[in-house]
């Protein structure tokens, strides 16, 4: 006469079938996200958005290293300039907030500023200098938060040269 497995003995059986299958499937969705491409190869990204400056870029003779958001310039301890008549002084970040009344809709965020001049400024004062400076646009939305826009080149070449 064959044994007949007890209750408990079946109730394991299940259960270690069970864990074998939830291992097993866990595998398959392991593998499932493990990419079999050259991991050497240039993967090509669709991004919606896509601004006009693009890193290797020159806005007055300096090279762009970043963009998309802040956009990233080596200044190599060049200065930078106020673009137009207005104020600069700090954000909780540290860095240099820019505003004019010649643009009361927006603000311009330096970051990576070396003793930054806080006050009123004339258009073409130095602000600081840097080794590289991360720059912002930043817009007024009708809501009165601040939303990063794309910065035009000859905004940044304002702040970048003397004018």
């Not at 044994?3 to 259960?15: H, K, L, T």
């Not at 097993?24 to 240039?42: F, H, I, S, W, Y």
């Not at 006050?119 to 601040?146: C, E, I, M, Y």
Request: glycine share 10%; charged share 20%.
């Amino acid at each position: 006469m064959p044994d007949i497995p007890s209750a408990s003995g079946v109730r394991r059986s299940r259960i270690r079938f069970a864990k074998g299958i939830g291992l097993a499937l866990a595998l398959v969705v392991l593998n499932a996200c493990d990419r079999t491409e050259n991991p050497n190869e240039t993967i090509n990204l669709k991004i919606y958005q896509n601004w006009q400056l693009q890193p290797g870029d020159k806005i007055a003779g300096f090279p762009v290293v970043s963009g998309l958001g802040d956009v990233s310039i080596e200044l190599n301890g060049k200065s930078v300039y106020a673009p137009y008549d207005g104020q600069a002084q700090k954000d909780q970040r540290n860095c240099l907030i820019f505003s004019s009344p010649s643009v009361p809709a927006y603000l311009f965020r330096l970051c990576g500023i070396s003793n930054p001049r806080l006050g009123s400024s004339n258009q073409g004062d130095s602000l600081g200098s840097g080794d590289v400076l991360h720059f912002a646009t930043l817009r007024k939305q009708p809501d009165g938060t601040w939303a990063i826009v794309e910065p035009s080149k000859p905004m940044i070449e304002r702040i970048l040269t003397k004018s």
